[in-house]
Nanobody
Framework: QVQLVESGGGLVQAGGPLRLSCAAS????????MGWFRQAPGKEREFVAA????????YYADSVKGRFTISRDNAKNTVYLQMNSPKLEDTAVYYC???????????????????WGQGTQVTVSS
């Protein structure tokens, strides 16, 4: 069983940086690809970013490419989402997810993920 706890959400002005963290309680963290998804009010959950277990492979949604950066610290069992230049449309609940991927691939489909955090609210104001 993997437990994921997100933190770092809150209110941020458009253009201001924000960093989300996700701490995983699992001994085999390096066997999991990690991802961030988000869900805005009235919309479906959508993929944001993903990272392989080694951190060498990352993948982003077009809407955040060049603004957000996903990274991980395997020594701390933690994955991060650095949000630079956030826009109003980035307002959503952000979810961290873990998917079994020991071969080192990234996972962009929500159905490929096995565990989910409870989410953290990010609100971008003008």
């Amino acid at each position: 069983q993997v437990q994921l706890v997100e933190s770092g959400g809150g209110l941020v002005q458009a253009g201001g940086p924000l960093r989300l963290s996700c701490a995983a309680s699992v001994r085999t963290f390096i066997s999991y690809a990690m991802g961030w998804f988000r869900q805005a009010p009235g919309k479906e959950r959508e993929f944001v970013a993903a990272i392989s277990w080694s951190g060498r492979i990352t993948y982003y949604a077009d809407s955040v490419k060049g603004r957000f950066t996903i990274s991980r610290d395997n020594a701390k069992n933690t994955v991060y989402l650095q949000m630079n230049s956030p826009k109003l449309e980035d307002t959503a609940v952000y979810y961290c997810a873990a998917g079994w991927s020991p071969r080192g691939t990234v996972l962009s489909d929500a159905a490929e993920y096995d565990y989910w955090g409870q989410g953290t609210q990010v609100t971008v104001s003008s």
